[in-house]
T-cell receptor, first 114, second 114 residues
């Protein structure tokens, strides 16, 4: 079965600094999804990547999928307090295995210090 | 916008009680999911449904059952609540025919079993 490992597990950065969160898959990714979760709340969809080498941006958040489709990174530029929360990556294991389920990483807890 | 609504944000129940967690989505999605989220364990799939009256076990179905009598509503049932079912429960839905396979989440229900 597919497994996702996120690193780091937690991250504390000074406001205004850049940061990167990584998500590594044990198998080739059919689709990779990034979500953000505010403490004690549900997950909010950020971005989805499907093609090797693909890169997407939304405001100050950029997500990339490597050419081999086994690793993704989420980069935040000039972090703000509103970026604080838990970031989770999710993987689509593909139509053969999937029945459209997603497998999630354990999450990265991001704290922004003013 | 997709809206997934969970009936309660917080619930406190006693051991042995029968507990119902309700989830409603307003986007005519075929797929619906129930997860639980625990520190260090991430998001784990309990049950999912890809059509009315259809259900499939996820990774941790023991102690739970589900009901999908109408397309928009997916209920999670704890037949006899136990303290180890204290957790954050998240409901999600997705469009079955959508190749993007994006899941949309509710705000979560934090259940405490005493």
């Amino acid at each position: 079965s597919q497994e996702l490992e996120q690193s780091p597990q937690s991250l504390i950065v000074q406001e205004g600094k850049n940061l990167t969160i990584n998500c590594t898959s044990s198998k080739t990714l059919y689709g990779l999804y990034w979500y953000k979760q505010k403490y004690g709340e549900g997950l909010i969809f950020l971005m989805m990547l499907q093609k090797g080498g693909e890169e997407k941006s939304h405001e100050k958040i950029t997500a990339k999928l490597d050419e081999k489709k086994q690793q993704s990174s989420l980069h935040i530029t000039a972090s703000q307090p509103s970026h604080a929360g838990i970031y989770l990556c999710g993987a689509d294991p593909g139509p053969i295995q999937g029945a459209q389920k997603l497998v999630f990483g354990q999450g990265t807890r991001l704290t922004i210090n003013p | 916008d997709v809206k997934v609504t969970q009936s309660s944000r917080y619930l406190v129940k006693r051991t042995g009680e029968k507990v119902f967690l309700e989830c409603v989505q307003d986007m005519d999605h075929e797929n619906m999911f129930w997860y639980r989220q625990d520190p260090g364990l991430g998001l784990r799939l309990i049950y999912f449904s890809y059509d009315v009256k259809m259900k499939e076990k996820g990774d941790i179905p023991e102690g739970y059952s589900v009901s999908r009598e109408k397309k928009e509503r997916f209920s999670l049932i704890l037949e006899s609540a136990s303290t180890n079912q204290t957790s954050m429960y998240l409901c999600a839905s997705s469009l079955r025919t959508d190749k993007k396979n994006i899941q949309y989440f509710g705000a979560g229900t934090r259940l405490s079993v005493l």
